[in-house]
């Protein structure tokens, strides 16, 4: 595991999305090569300026659709870009101390992809599945008839996915976010990622995994960290159905994976319902100020720092509500600054106390409507009271003396928090 990851937080992008390239209306691998990778470059300053260093990037790679149908992975989708254009963004990021992740879609592929339409019985498998006489039928990902499954079994596939890394990352980028990790076997990735440590030692591998038994997840597979989305679902769930008692629980498990790993934490991210559509925007705060006190590498998915709302549906297109188009510059955005006010307090807090990183949290009060937590290594301490009822309350804040964000101000031990109040502050 390197030594970076306990100093970084990203900023998530879904790039398509985000310079306003068409998704589902024509353009595709083969279209001419449209120069907008570099309306991201303006944004790395606000990254900065949010108290941020690292860029976790979506799709980049040539696709059919919406990034995560990759038809060639060692070539930039044309409606981003090509080669100099990532080379650039690369290079204006590392001016900045900004780090680069990338999205790498490893368990399936468009159906358009070389490999696949070049497919025979004689040829070198790379895809799950079975021939029907003289047609091949593949495995798909998750009923998505588009996403052919890789052969994970095949030493091809290890050999593509090996050479796909290692190109990428010795082009500038720091590591790997395995989409759809939990699909793929673990032992596929015991033999693929040693192998790219080899050669590059500080890179850094992210799994998304949903659901499963994350400990052995990564005993098994040799990740270094695995996205948190059961914290994700205390925090919003526990916000909004005014229940901290199910926040209480899932900080309770995600204290219990720090002895094996550190997770990818998040309250929002490409594929889910925005933070502000979820809990409501007066309550954004509160989610803000557990994903920054609690242990975790965190990230910030791009316009929620703004407070953007959108809500993901399960059709086609259900995802572009939360994956809109971003304006030239940061500067031409009208945010909720008490929303965004709430991001640079608390990714400040987090930058001055970088041991956050795998911190225990204590739950010290819990009722339906309020919670104080209380992460602490020595005698360096961080305390959150939330109250998320419609009534005042007091709430005891141990040795929380100095307040860093939010409202109120600590007296004999105790906080008073109005309607939906919320503090944190420093022992």
């Given at each position: 595991?390197?030594?970076?990851?306990?100093?970084?937080?990203?900023?998530?992008?879904?790039?398509?999305?985000?310079?306003?390239?068409?998704?589902?209306?024509?353009?595709?691998?083969?279209?001419?090569?449209?120069?907008?990778?570099?309306?991201?470059?303006?944004w790395?300053?606000?990254?900065?300026?949010?108290?941020?260093?690292?860029?976790?990037?979506?799709?980049?790679?040539?696709?059919?659709?919406?990034?995560?149908?990759t038809?060639?992975?060692?070539?930039?989708?044309?409606?981003?870009?090509?080669?100099?254009?990532?080379?650039r963004?690369?290079?204006?990021?590392?001016?900045?101390?900004i780090?680069?992740?990338?999205d790498?879609?490893?368990?399936?592929?468009?159906?358009?992809?070389?490999?696949?339409?070049?497919?025979?019985?004689?040829?070198?498998?790379?895809?799950?599945?079975?021939?029907?006489?003289?047609?091949?039928?593949?495995?798909?990902?998750?009923?998505?008839?588009a996403?052919?499954?890789?052969?994970?079994?095949?030493?091809?596939?290890?050999?593509?996915?090996?050479?796909?890394?290692?190109?990428?990352?010795?082009?500038?980028?720091?590591?790997?976010?395995?989409?759809?990790?939990?699909?793929?076997?673990?032992?596929?990735?015991?033999?693929?990622?040693?192998?790219?440590?080899?050669?590059?030692?500080?890179?850094?591998?992210?799994?998304?995994?949903i659901?499963?038994?994350?400990v052995?997840?990564?005993?098994?597979?040799?990740?270094?960290?695995?996205?948190?989305?059961?914290?994700?679902?205390?925090?919003?769930?526990?916000?909004?159905?005014?229940?901290?008692?199910?926040?209480?629980?899932?900080?309770?498990?995600?204290d219990?994976?720090?002895?094996?790993?550190?997770?990818?934490?998040?309250?929002?991210?490409?594929?889910?319902?925005?933070?502000?559509?979820?809990?409501?925007?007066?309550?954004?705060?509160?989610?803000?100020?557990?994903?920054?006190?609690?242990?975790?590498?965190?990230?910030?998915y791009?316009?929620?720092?703004?407070?953007?709302?959108?809500?993901?549906?399960?059709?086609?297109?259900?995802?572009?509500?939360?994956?809109?188009?971003?304006?030239?510059?940061?500067?031409?955005?009208?945010?909720?600054?008490?929303?965004?006010?709430?991001?640079?307090?608390?990714i400040?807090?987090?930058?001055?106390?970088?041991?956050?990183?795998?911190?225990?949290?204590?739950?010290?009060?819990?009722?339906?409507?309020?919670?104080?937590?209380?992460?602490?290594?020595?005698?360096?301490?961080?305390?959150?009271?939330?109250?998320?009822?419609?009534?005042?309350?007091?709430?005891?804040?141990?040795?929380?003396?100095v307040?860093?964000?939010?409202?109120?101000?600590?007296?004999?031990?105790?906080?008073?928090?109005?309607?939906?109040?919320?503090?944190?502050?420093?022992?």
């Open positions: 595991m390197p030594a970076w990851p306990e100093h970084v937080i990203w900023w998530h992008v879904y790039p398509l999305g985000f310079v306003g390239a068409p998704i589902r209306d024509g353009e595709g691998p083969d279209a001419e090569v449209a120069h907008r990778l570099d309306r991201l470059e303006p790395l300053d606000h990254v900065i300026e949010l108290g941020l260093n690292g860029v976790l990037l979506g799709p980049v790679f040539a696709s059919e659709t919406h990034g995560y149908d038809v060639d992975h060692f070539r930039i989708d044309p409606r981003l870009g090509d080669d100099e254009d990532f080379s963004l690369v290079a204006a990021a590392r001016e900045r101390g780090r680069i992740l990338l790498g879609v490893f368990n399936h592929v468009g159906r358009e992809h070389a490999a696949f339409r070049a497919l025979t019985e004689e040829g070198p498998n790379l895809f799950r599945g079975r021939w029907v006489g003289d047609r091949f039928e593949p495995d798909v990902f998750e009923g998505h008839d996403l052919v499954a890789l052969d994970h079994s095949s030493p091809a596939v290890v050999e593509l996915v090996v050479e796909v890394m290692c190109h990428w990352l010795d082009r500038g980028i720091d590591g790997w976010r395995l989409d759809a990790a939990y699909a793929v076997p673990s032992s596929f990735w015991a033999e693929v990622l040693p192998r790219v440590r080899e050669r590059f030692p500080d890179v850094w591998f992210l799994g998304e995994v659901h499963g038994d994350a052995e997840i990564v005993r098994a597979s040799s990740m270094d960290s695995l996205t948190q989305y059961e914290l994700w679902q205390g925090i919003w769930h526990g916000l909004s159905d005014r229940n901290l008692f199910e926040l209480s629980h899932a900080i309770e498990r995600h219990a994976l720090l002895a094996t790993f550190v997770p990818q934490t998040f309250v929002g991210n490409h594929d889910v319902t925005r933070i502000a559509s979820a809990v409501g925007a007066d309550l954004v705060p509160h989610a803000l100020a557990v994903l920054f006190t609690v242990a975790g590498t965190p990230s910030v791009a316009g929620d720092e703004f407070g953007w709302t959108g809500v993901k549906e399960d059709r086609l297109g259900g995802d572009d509500a939360v994956r809109p188009a971003f304006p030239a510059h940061s500067g031409d955005v009208e945010p909720d600054s008490r929303i965004l006010q709430a991001h640079q307090a608390l400040a807090l987090r930058r001055r106390k970088p041991w956050l990183w795998r911190a225990h949290t204590d739950v010290v009060e819990v009722s339906n409507t309020a919670v104080v937590l209380r992460t602490a290594v020595g005698d360096d301490a961080v305390v959150v009271a939330l109250n998320i009822g419609d009534e005042p309350v007091s709430l005891p804040v141990a040795d929380g003396s307040l860093v964000a939010g409202e109120g101000a600590p007296t004999d031990g105790r906080i008073a928090l109005g309607p939906r109040g919320w503090a944190v502050l420093e022992a």
